[in-house]
């Protein structure tokens, strides 16, 4: 292999590990690692807060369309748990039990939906 | 909410998001327009991947019946054994597995920075290149111009395409995250750095050390060629997958991933140890004894990250399993994260000597390959894929009976196939080394759990007693129902370009709901849909 070819590999090479080690470094300079509530809360918004299952499409759209408040069955089917307890505001009741679950707020207390961390 | 360029977010999602409470509104409103930006990009690479698919398929249909029926289709050169089959690995690779991979990396990086996607004719440059690099290296295999290397088939012309292709997706990658409006980096963006930094310097590698005026030879040729056959699931297909598990499954159920410490040590631990994992291909090869110990040592420790992303998938989704009733998304990504555990276990064990020496060049590794690239990533990215369309093309799955369809014919297509080359390598493996008689004749004398016994029983230190055109004849059972499961994958397959089809067109039944399952059945009762 020509010296150019081992420039290209082991230069690439020290380059890249370069740039990982660098990545943990802003990383860590940044406090991207020490918060991890924060963290894991990020990929939620106020459009799609914690507690509210978006598997329909969007979230808002779905129930608006089918006549309710914006919510509904889509939220209610997909945050459900194993007993069918529904963990959003618009769900008014358990789907298996009947057991009332309403609220964003009693969802995420019910059925864990806090980091732990 | 004047900041929010509402260009290109469909008039009944504006509509929709006046009937939200004023604190949504923005938020729904920035992620539609943000949604909305993805959509040519990656609508391109998702139809273009799902194409390759179907290219894939058959081309994997073919060559999986000629392992039985040899004399099928011999008049054609190009359809021999010998090229069909790399153009199937090397069609569900770079056609199918990384085009469907870089449109989720695309929508994903635009989500996790929430920004709008920029720069998108350099994306569809890029997708174009990479789709011609694809067709190009397939033409050319199957003509015989490949370079009969596993996973590096496709000749220099084509490679430079798709490396030239993937550059500039990285690129926007980075070009994407300058421009961020979100300050913390969730964990999937790093596994998403990860695979766009990573697999252009593995491939690049590859290239000039395999295929090029530089290219090594002897041993060190197959030393670098599987390293780069084992990082090439490693750096870019788990990166991806991982990410978009990380991501879907939070969202879908509404609830954070259980813990954020874990995640990260499952991100730096994968990056620390994979690469050293690909020498373990060589156990029993003529290669330094040192560099296979190293590979195994490295194999073995990829237990810790394993065990991390599997706690942490398995407790976000505890107390939430009953949504996989109803969910299309949820249930196809959950599928794939089971899988990533159960085949990173087994790689793992793979590599140390006891277990791979009797199992190495049988249809036992052919069966852990499917499980990583298809039970696994292929999985996940259909269940992205029901996440992700429905929000760019603004139009729901028609049809919820289809999509069930896809689900059990691939999920019990690829589970079966995987028993049944499992158990037809470790019957394979053992006659070719350690049995004194073949298995089939033993469990025609004895029965099945009989002659299994004699079997393992009869076990010697010699090898090579059992002839090997027996061993040839003895697979032929196993690789008949190794067809039958890739059939039934096929009719999974053809559901989905069928109902991705559907949404494109708007064909079919206009939903007001989501495809979610049972819908149907709700709806009949009077339910919403």
Wanted: contains cysteine; hydrophobic residues 50%.
């Amino acid at each position: 292999m020509s010296v150019l070819g081992y420039v290209m590999i082991f230069g690439v090479m020290a380059a890249l590990s370069a740039l990982t080690v660098y990545g943990l470094w802003w990383g860590l300079r940044e406090g991207q690692f020490f918060d991890p509530r924060r963290g894991a809360e990020s990929i939620f918004d106020a459009g799609e807060p914690i507690g509210m299952g978006t598997d329909g499409f969007p979230p808002g759209l779905a129930g608006a369309r089918a006549g309710t408040d914006g919510r509904g069955e889509v939220a209610r089917v997909a945050a459900a748990d194993e007993h069918g307890h529904a963990s959003v505001a618009m769900a008014p009741e358990c789907l298996a039990c009947g057991r009332g679950q309403a609220g964003v707020a009693a969802g995420r207390a019910a059925h864990g939906g806090v980091n732990r961390g | 909410m004047a900041e929010v360029d509402l260009q290109g977010v469909a008039p009944e999602i504006r509509e929709a998001a006046m009937r939200l409470p004023e604190g949504e509104r923005e938020a729904f409103l920035r992620t539609s327009e943000i949604d909305a930006s993805c959509r040519q990009p990656v609508m391109w690479l998702f139809g273009s991947s799902v194409f390759w698919l179907l290219v894939g398929t058959a081309l994997a249909m073919v060559a999986s019946l000629k392992l039985h029926h040899p004399r099928i289709l011999t008049e054609a050169a190009w359809l021999n054994f010998g090229r069909v089959r790399p153009a199937h690995l090397t069609v569900v690779v770079y056609g199918w597995s990384a085009m469907a991979g870089l449109g989720v990396i695309v929508w994903l990086v635009c989500r996790l920075c929430r920004t709008p996607l920029r720069h998108g004719g350099m994306l569809l440059g890029a997708m174009g290149v990479w789709n011609a690099g694809v067709a190009l290296g397939t033409v050319a295999v199957l003509a015989g111009d490949g370079n009969s290397i596993e996973w590096i088939e496709y000749p220099h012309y084509a490679a430079g395409l798709l490396f030239l292709a993937f550059g500039v997706f990285g690129l926007w990658v980075v070009l994407t995250f300058a421009q961020r409006r979100e300050p913390h980096v969730y964990v999937s963006l790093w596994y998403l750095f990860g695979a766009v930094f990573w697999f252009p310097w593995i491939y690049a590698t590859v290239q000039i050390l395999m295929n090029s005026p530089w290219a090594v030879r002897g041993v060190a040729q197959e030393s670098v060629h599987w390293w780069f056959g084992h990082n090439v699931l490693g750096v870019l297909f788990t990166p991806i997958g991982l990410a978009a598990i990380y991501y879907l499954i939070p969202k879908v159920i509404g609830r954070p991933v259980y813990s954020y410490y874990l995640s990260i040590l499952g991100f730096w631990s994968l990056a620390l140890f994979y690469q050293w994992a690909g020498a373990h291909h060589l156990i029993g090869g003529p290669v330094p004894a040192w560099l296979v110990t190293v590979s195994v040592v490295g194999s073995v420790m990829m237990f810790i990250p394993v065990t991390t992303v599997a706690i942490n998938h398995h407790m976000t989704m505890k107390g939430h399993f009953g949504a996989l009733r109803h969910s299309p998304t949820l249930r196809f990504v959950v599928f794939g994260a089971m899988c990533y555990t159960v085949v990173s276990f087994q790689g793992s064990l793979m590599s140390v000597r006891v277990f791979n020496e009797p199992t190495h060049f049988t249809h036992h590794t052919i069966a852990h390959a499917h499980l990583g690239l298809y039970a696994f990533f292929t999985m996940v990215m259909f269940g992205s894929m029901y996440y992700i369309v429905p929000r760019l093309t603004n139009r729901e799955w028609a049809s919820a009976g289809l999509i069930r369809v896809h689900f059990w014919s691939t999920a019990v297509g690829i589970a079966l196939m995987f028993g049944v080359l499992t158990a037809g390598g470790a019957i394979q493996g053992f006659e070719l080394n350690q049995a004194s008689e073949s298995w089939n004749t033993l469990v025609r004398a004895h029965g099945l759990w009989g002659g299994t016994g004699k079997f393992i029983s009869g076990f010697s230190a010699q090898n090579g007693v059992v002839p090997f055109i027996t061993v040839v004849q003895d697979m032929k059972p196993w690789l008949a129902w190794r067809s039958v499961m890739g059939m039934l994958i096929a009719v999974g397959h053809l559901a989905f370009a069928v109902l991705l089809v559907m949404n494109l067109k708007g064909w079919g039944r206009q939903r007001i709901g989501p495809a979610l399952f049972g819908a149907e059945r709700r709806e009949a009762k009077g339910g919403q849909a």
